[in-house]
């Protein structure tokens, strides 16, 4: 009998193929949406590259090493990311899918099924650096006035470019799974890289990159990237890749095509390499992969810990407490977001400390409590941009296991209590901290901090009520991916809402505001029907965060009542 | 002790189940039976709350479903036909989670909870992540966190789903008890060898319609008047086939 026929790669690709295009095609704003952005993103990156790169060619003596070193930085950067990117997606595609096991059943080589995989996690795990690459080599072309043999070099450098750290992190996932059990490797590779891109945000906020606008800042810049010694070893990839393409740019004199060789010709060893490797162990590596018991001691103790905590909550409230506090503690995806929520609150209080505002004169004291006010709109903003990853997605998290509480004995608006709770207690005490440190940090008179304070309890309490309305409208019970809930339709509009309920208060609130600092600032008491006025505004805020909680209440109530998983 | 009257559901032009009527006293187990997609998954949501009902009334225990929720709720247990669990809770804490929903007792809960993992074959599982569960482990937890607040009424959809022999025989063993105690069952299954041996009577949904229900022997009865359909045999299957008109569908 005949070995049956190879089944297509195309076959094998399409359900993922199919499925972006499926979502581009049920999606279409969205879609445009995305292609707006990312026309945005390369346009800003490529005038930014392009300015940067045309002041270092005023650098006589220092241009042309400065531009070699940026391009090696930049494959430097791009390597790393690939390798992490790849070892993630790798777990994923080849370990966690659960279409692995109807492969695997299928009358498919095991060859071929990694192949088919390679290309997925290669394309998974690239394309935000083609996408972020792209205005970069484009700026790079531009300014050199680089022929058509640059963009050549650029396209046949980065596909053996791409294929190095895909190879290197297939391999390095399989020996991982067959070293350590899955589901613990997926949650610390999911902290990994949340943390990764907390310390890249940190990183890149508290470098200041908007410096790089003005010249003598990147004069600065220049003098830096002159004194760092960028790992240019001759025997790593990206400098190989760098050597491609420099002489094309006249920016150094080497030699293009040995240097593609090695390039390409170690991407092909280690493809072979990875596909004998994969092809040998993936049986054994799967089948490790799908082992992940969980030692006992832990969960006891965290349920423990919760149950004393929860203790003086009223009983359901203390129930919803104790089972999705244990929930979010346990599930990598939901915790780690506390890291990226802490980078946001470092470099907030960080923005707020580098305020050039502190000359010791009495327009700057004024100035500092107009900032002030404006961080009453920005605490709300942080407010609800966390809001959105934490008590937006809070109706979806329950997901399918949403019928456990809807025939229970307990009334929907208990359920809708419980949850409310669990996201004001925590945002009203993160934003009033924001608040209260900001405000110190300004030396703002506190009278005016209370009026702040207590203007954001009753804001954090509607951007709560507001999360839970769209959360139960637009719910998405087919994750439990709480960052990926977040980033849907229902997301995006919760958001818009968000700001312009906050634009609301902030206008409604900024004469009052004004009014006080003016008293202060010239000595001009205010009267009695200022007063009056100043308390109808107040007034106002009050009222409309309150029908902004009701309305959220009630048409969260609504949808719940109609919510069927 | 279970009454649905007229109850109906409908999504658009679509009639997913016609007014239905069923009442079922207080101890009996009572089968519901029907080919794929003929409502029973509907039905069964609308009796426990899941599902609001286009028209029509479930009352349960003499509580409407619709007024007293809370009330009518406290007396049911619901084992789902797909045991979504919180993947990230031990065994033992989900069922001190649901135990707390119906308000057991604290000591009541950690005391059922041993015996019920223990009636299940969960015990030595206890403390481990439901993630790590088997389908038909999940389907045994189901039923122990339905049974943690001794409810009076039990609704199962397809509970044998998964369920190895072993479970399958000591869940009809559990739900011939529990009825023996006086706690009512109802039960969607798809095994006519269960409802056969567990039912005391038997309705058969076909397209949304109560198309008979009634004893064994008087569904046989019914099932005679298509003889053309239903030939000489007289088992479960044979009765189902001839209501349904799976027989002449096929024919």
């Not at chain 1, 009222?543 to 109530?557: E, I, P």
Request: hydrophobic share 55%.
């Amino acid at each position: 009998m005949s070995a049956p026929a190879a089944i297509p790669l195309g076959t094998l690709l399409a359900p993922r193929v199919l499925a972006t295009r499926n979502a581009f095609r049920r999606r279409p704003l969205r879609a445009w949406a995305l292609a707006f952005l990312t026309g945005a993103f390369w346009v800003g990156s490529f005038l930014l590259f392009a300015h940067t790169l045309r002041f270092f060619q005023t650098i006589t003596a220092l241009g042309p090493v400065l531009t070699q070193r940026l391009l090696v930085m930049l494959f430097v950067s791009f390597f790393a990311i690939l390798v992490i990117s790849n070892v993630v997606t790798a777990l994923t595609t080849y370990y966690l899918s659960p279409d692995v096991r109807f492969l695997l059943a299928a009358p498919v080589t095991r060859r071929r099924i990694h192949v088919a995989r390679f290309i997925e996690t290669l394309g998974a795990s690239s394309w935000m650096v083609l996408l972020f690459g792209f205005p970069v080599f484009l700026a790079y072309g531009t300014v050199f006035h680089a022929g058509p043999l640059y963009y050549g070099a650029v396209i046949a450098t980065l596909i053996p470019f791409l294929i190095i750290p895909a190879a290197l992190g297939v391999m390095l996932t399989t020996v991982l799974v067959l070293a350590f059990p899955a589901r613990r490797m997926r949650d610390v590779l999911v902290v990994a890289s949340v943390a990764l891109v907390a310390v890249g945000y940190l990183a890149l906020r508290l470098a200041r990159p908007e410096r790089l606008a003005s010249p003598s800042e990147l004069a600065g810049f220049a003098a830096f990237l002159a004194a760092f010694e960028a790992p240019a070893s001759p025997y790593l990839p990206t400098t190989w890749a760098a050597n491609v393409l420099l002489p094309f740019l006249g920016a150094k004199t080497a030699e293009p095509l040995f240097h593609f060789a090695l390039l390409a010709s170690t991407a092909a060893v280690l493809a072979i390499g990875c596909t004998a490797f994969v092809e040998r162990v993936f049986l054994t590596a799967w089948s490790c992969a799908q082992e992940g018991r969980e030692g006992p001691g832990r969960e006891r103790r965290l349920g423990h810990w919760l149950g004393r905590i929860a203790s003086p909550m009223p009983h359901t409230t203390a129930l919803l407490f104790v089972k999705d506090a244990t929930i979010f503690f346990r599930d990598a995806s939901q915790w780690s977001q506390l890291l990226l929520l802490l980078a946001l609150v470092v470099v907030y209080v960080y923005n707020f400390s580098a305020l050039p505002i502190d000359d010791g004169s009495p327009l700057a004291g004024t100035l500092r409590e107009i900032v002030a006010f404006a961080n009453l709109g920005l605490a709300a903003f942080v407010t609800a941009s966390v809001a959105v990853r934490f008590v937006f997605p809070a109706i979806s998290l329950e997901g399918r296991s949403w019928w456990a509480l809807r025939t229970a004995p307990i009334p929907l608006a208990s359920i809708w209590w419980g949850k409310f709770w669990l996201g004001f207690l925590p945002l009203a005490v993160l934003g009033e901290l924001l608040i209260v440190v900001t405000g110190r940090l300004l030396s703002v008179a506190p009278g005016l901090t209370a009026v702040f304070m207590a203007t954001l309890l009753l804001v954090v309490a509607a951007i709560v009520s507001l999360g839970l309305a769209f959360g139960a409208a637009y719910p998405r019970v087919d994750t439990q991916n709480a960052a990926q809930i977040a980033t849907g339709f229902g997301g995006l509009i919760y958001m818009v809402t968000c700001l312009g309920l906050i634009t609301a208060v902030i206008a409604l609130e900024a004469w009052p505001v004004s009014r006080i600092f003016w008293s202060r600032f010239a000595s001009q008491p205010i009267n009695g029907g200022e007063t009056a006025a100043i308390a109808i505004s107040f007034s106002a805020v009050t009222a409309l965060t309150m029908t902004a909680w009701a309305l959220g209440r009630r048409s969260a109530l609504k949808s719940l009542k109609h919510l069927h998983v | 002790m279970i009454q649905c009257i007229a109850l109906r559901k409908q999504y658009g032009e679509l009639v997913a189940v016609h007014d239905l009527d069923v009442e079922i006293e207080p101890g009996e187990v009572f089968g519901f039976l029907g080919p794929n997609g003929a409502g029973k998954t509907t039905t069964i949501r609308m009796m426990v709350g899941l599902l609001e009902p286009s028209g029509g009334q479930v009352l349960l225990g003499g509580h409407d479903l619709a007024t007293k929720p809370e009330a009518a709720k406290a007396l049911l247990g619901y084992v789902p036909d797909q045991p979504f669990l919180y993947d990230k809770l031990t065994a033992k804490e989900f069922l001190r989670f649901i135990g707390g929903l119906y308000r057991v007792d604290r000591q009541d809960i950690a005391d059922r909870s041993v015996d019920l993992l223990e009636e299940f074959g969960l015990v030595d599982r206890a403390e481990e992540l439901i993630e790590t569960f088997s389908h038909g482990m999940k389907q045994r937890l189901a039923l122990a966190a339905a049974l943690i607040h001794r409810p009076r009424i039990l609704i199962l959809d397809e509970p044998m789903v998964g369920m190895d022999p072993q479970g399958a025989l000591a869940l009809r063993q559990l739900l011939g008890g529990l009825s023996a105690s006086g706690v009512t069952i109802f039960l969607s299954t798809h095994s006519l060898g269960v409802a056969e041996e567990l039912c005391d009577r038997i309705g058969i949904l076909d397209h949304g319609r109560m198309v008979a229900q009634g004893t064994l022997a008087e569904l046989r009865l019914r099932a005679s008047e298509f003889p053309e359909l239903s030939g000489s045999e007289d088992s479960l299957e044979s009765v189902f086939l001839s209501l349904t008109g799976t027989e002449g569908r096929r024919a």
